[in-house]
């Protein structure tokens, strides 16, 4: 019981390319993984431990490599849990009620995926910057959004608010309000249908949904670039901080900022390999016994 | 439990899903609703269940006002087309699902539970698969769990929404008849939607056919297929041959064949001319070689097709009526044995003539 697909029962000699098209295809494939992707895996890993492990040590024990770490930590654990929320409730709204502006609410939701990070950044930075919309107001109230610790959150919170919503949407659609309905007519109150039916529905693809989500909030560079101020252990945030480190010629301590990151990533892949494999095995699990 | 349904009018957009629509339905009985797709059976169906609302009108279970009780209080069994069984629960869990919500002070113990649960299993005789997930069921199997599901908190009403729609013949078939003796064992009042006349046939005691968010008739298979109400009705209940005719100075004409000289209906007389629809049932036919007297057909057979006791001819006339489909007994055929290309005389027995009024007269012939 393997969810790996057996090949050898699709191609046979009359539907097969010739083997050096075969060979050809594959090894393009190959190269451009290594290329692109392997290469500075191991460049990055390289350069993080080149000067030993002591200076990677130190580099990542240092105060400011501290705060930038923590201050991650606190933006994704604002971010994700917000993001969630919105997320479930754009993709029950979007599937299951008809409403005005539903299209509307749709492209919204895409916007963030859709404008550079950059500019997603400029547009808080308009709105609550020195200069900006609301600055007499907040000036008024003493409250700092921009190059501080609210601006990053807010920011981060623009970029990534597609995460969930995107993923649980076509899900949403796919798996039909039946079981919804089915669940309502043996009694069930809307909140205890949302909790006993339509979320064990989505559950893997709401993890994943959180997973990218996660990921892309600590990974986020251009938005929260425009709105930090990179003022070194306040508003750096861990890729603001490498970027510093390496402008600094501080390579080795850069490259070790940038190994956690990197680390982070392969986490959040294996996460994903791990849900898909648990799904599958489910699937096949189930048809197998049919 | 009694259903009333008065005055009801369901919109969706352009569309008229139910129109007027006046139903009474007594307590205990196993009914068929039927009709072609888009009549507005499923939308009746679905606002007695309480997952749609009305438009106008009102809804009484039992003499009492509910047609703004929200659906987890009505007490309604449902069962769905594609079963929509919980797919991340047990078949066990599915069919305590509605137990297990009770609100705290009614909910049974959890053995007592149990042993609902494994009764139902037991009825619909899946036990051994308690354990098991809805995905590793076919679907026969699906579909009875479904309906131990819906029975489980004891519902008022069970509503069936084409519950054998997605399943092959042969299923279809065997659930049909354990449905029936489940309804003898469980006399609970079941509504029963289907497109389908034999399947209405093989389960429900009455049968309401609807059309165009209307219902046509209602009576038992037997009253609708000996006494349509319209055209529709014998259409849909299958085995009737429809002809347009033409009706002139009281005489009416099918093509060139005259039907009856006396004017059968004053109401229907008083207009000088209409279209009228004339219904004649397959196996109100007479057929010979010989002519037999004035209104017989004149005839040439197509097509001949012999199934078990009944021999199915597809006639052609020669008088401009159209094709004709005959069934005759084995027995009344092996008197004639009619062929393929052969001439042949046929008489009707009994003809219905449908004018634009609703009530169908009959002419004995």
């Known amino acids: 019981m393997s969810a790996v697909l057996d090949w050898s029962r699709y191609s046979s000699p009359v539907t097969q390319d010739p083997l050096w098209v075969r060979r050809?295809?594959?090894?393009?494939?190959?190269?451009?993984?290594?290329?692109?992707?392997?290469?500075?895996?191991?460049?990055?890993?390289?350069?993080?431990?080149?000067?030993?492990?002591?200076?990677?040590?130190?580099?990542?024990?240092?105060?400011?490599?501290?705060?930038?770490?923590?201050?991650?930590?606190?933006?994704?654990?604002?971010?994700?849990?917000?993001?969630?929320?919105?997320?479930?409730?754009?993709?029950?709204?979007?599937?299951?009620?008809?409403?005005?502006?539903?299209?509307?609410?749709?492209?919204?939701?895409?916007?963030?995926?859709?404008?550079?990070?950059?500019?997603?950044?400029?547009?808080?930075?308009?709105?609550?910057?020195a200069q900006g919309w609301l600055a007499t107001w907040l000036n008024d109230w003493q409250i700092k959004i921009i190059f501080a610790v609210p601006g990053i959150v807010l920011a981060t919170l623009f970029v990534t608010l597609p995460f969930v919503a995107k993923e649980l949407i076509p899900i949403m659609q796919a798996r039909g309000r039946q079981e919804e309905e089915a669940a309502r007519v043996l009694g069930a109150s809307g909140w205890q249908t949302f909790w006993h039916v339509t979320l064990p529905g989505i559950r893997w693809g709401l993890l994943y949904g959180v997973i990218l989500c996660n990921a892309r909030a600590m990974g986020e560079f251009g938005a929260v670039s425009v709105v930090s101020g990179h003022i070194r252990g306040l508003t750096n945030t861990m890729p603001l901080h490498v970027e510093t480190l390496y402008n600094e010629y501080q390579g080795a301590a850069a490259f070790a900022v940038a190994s956690l990151l990197v680390a982070l990533a392969l986490v959040t892949l294996v996460c994903k390999v791990w849900m898909e494999r648990q799904q599958g095995e489910v699937k096949v699990e189930k048809q197998g016994k049919e | 439990m009694r259903i009333e349904v008065q005055g009801a009018i369901k919109q969706f957009g352009q569309y008229r899903a139910l129109d007027q629509l006046d139903l009474h339905i007594p307590a205990g009985e196993m009914v068929a609703i039927l009709g072609p797709s888009g009549c507005g059976k499923t939308t009746l169906l679905r606002i007695i269940a309480g997952l749609e609302s009305l438009d106008h009108g009102m809804l009484c279970f039992d003499g009492v006002e509910a047609t703004h009780t929200p659906v987890q209080e009505r007490r309604v069994g449902f069962v769905f087309q594609h079963y929509?069984?919980?797919?991340?629960?047990?078949?066990?869990?599915?069919?305590?699902?509605?137990?297990?919500?009770?609100?705290?002070?009614?909910?049974?113990?959890?053995?007592?539970?149990?042993?609902?649960?494994?009764?139902?299993?037991?009825?619909?005789?899946?036990?051994?698969?308690?354990?098991?997930?809805?995905?590793?069921?076919?679907?026969?199997?699906?579909?009875?769990?479904?309906?131990?599901?819906?029975?489980?908190?004891?519902?008022?009403?069970?509503?069936?929404?084409?519950?054998?729609?997605?399943?092959?013949?042969?299923?279809?078939?065997?659930?049909?008849?354990?449905?029936?003796?489940?309804?003898?064992?469980?006399?609970?009042?079941?509504?029963?939607?289907?497109?389908?006349?034999?399947?209405?046939?093989?389960?429900?005691?009455?049968?309401?056919?609807?059309?165009?968010?209307?219902?046509?008739?209602?009576?038992?298979?037997?009253?609708?297929?000996?006494?349509?109400?319209?055209?529709?009705?014998?259409?849909?209940?299958?085995?009737?041959?429809?002809?347009?005719?033409?009706?002139?100075?009281?005489?009416?004409?099918?093509?060139?064949?005259?039907?009856?000289?006396?004017?059968?209906?004053?109401?229907?007389?008083?207009?000088?001319?209409?279209?009228?629809?004339?219904?004649?049932?397959?196996?109100?036919?007479?057929?010979?070689?010989?002519?037999?007297?004035?209104?017989?057909?004149?005839?040439?057979?197509?097509?001949?097709?012999?199934?078990?006791?009944?021999?199915?001819?597809?006639?052609?006339?020669?008088?401009?009526?159209?094709?004709?489909?005959?069934?005759?007994?084995?027995?009344?055929?092996?008197?004639?044995?009619?062929?393929?290309?052969?001439?042949?005389?046929?008489?009707?027995?009994?003809?219905?003539?449908?004018?634009?009024?609703?009530?169908?007269?009959?002419?004995?012939?």
Request: net charge positive; glycine share 8%; aromatic share 8%.
């Open chain 1, 24 to 129: 050809l295809l594959s090894g393009m494939v190959v190269l451009f993984l290594m290329l692109f992707l392997v290469l500075p895996l191991i460049f990055i890993g390289v350069q993080a431990f080149g000067k030993g492990i002591h200076v990677y040590w130190s580099a990542l024990s240092n105060p400011d490599s501290l705060a930038a770490i923590r201050l991650t930590l606190l933006t994704a654990l604002l971010v994700v849990p917000v993001n969630l929320v919105f997320g479930v409730c754009a993709a029950w709204a979007i599937a299951r009620k008809e409403f005005r502006g539903k299209n509307l609410l749709i492209t919204l939701i895409d916007l963030p995926f859709a404008v550079s990070p950059v500019i997603s950044g400029l547009i808080f930075v308009l709105l609550f910057g």
């Open chain 2, 84 to 365: 929509a069984l919980f797919g991340h629960m047990t078949i066990f869990e599915n069919v305590a699902f509605g137990l297990r919500l009770k609100p705290r002070k009614q909910r049974p113990a959890e053995s007592v539970i149990r042993k609902r649960v494994l009764d139902l299993l037991a009825m619909v005789q899946l036990e051994p698969v308690a354990s098991r997930y809805p995905a590793q069921l076919s679907g026969g199997q699906r579909q009875r769990i479904a309906f131990a599901r819906a029975l489980a908190a004891e519902p008022r009403l069970l509503l069936l929404d084409e519950p054998f729609g997605a399943l092959d013949a042969r299923v279809r078939h065997d659930l049909r008849q354990w449905l029936r003796q489940m309804h003898a064992l469980v006399p609970v009042t079941t509504l029963f939607v289907t497109h389908d006349q034999t399947e209405a046939v093989e389960v429900a005691e009455r049968v309401v056919v609807m059309k165009q968010g209307r219902i046509e008739q209602i009576g038992t298979m037997d009253e609708l297929h000996a006494n349509p109400a319209s055209p529709f009705v014998a259409d849909f209940m299958g085995g009737a041959n429809l002809f347009h005719g033409r009706m002139e100075n009281g005489t009416t004409r099918i093509g060139e064949i005259l039907l009856e000289s006396a004017p059968f209906q004053a109401s229907v007389a008083d207009a000088a001319s209409c279209s009228p629809v004339i219904c004649i049932r397959s196996h109100d036919w007479q057929l010979g070689r010989q002519p037999n007297g004035q209104r017989t057909w004149h005839t040439v057979v197509r097509h001949l097709r012999p199934s078990g006791a009944v021999v199915r001819l597809g006639l052609e006339s020669l008088q401009g009526a159209g094709s004709i489909d005959v069934e005759l007994t084995r027995e009344q055929y092996d008197k004639h044995r009619f062929q393929p290309g052969e001439t042949v005389f046929a008489l009707p027995t009994q003809v219905r003539i449908f004018t634009d009024a609703p009530k169908g007269s009959v002419v004995p012939n």
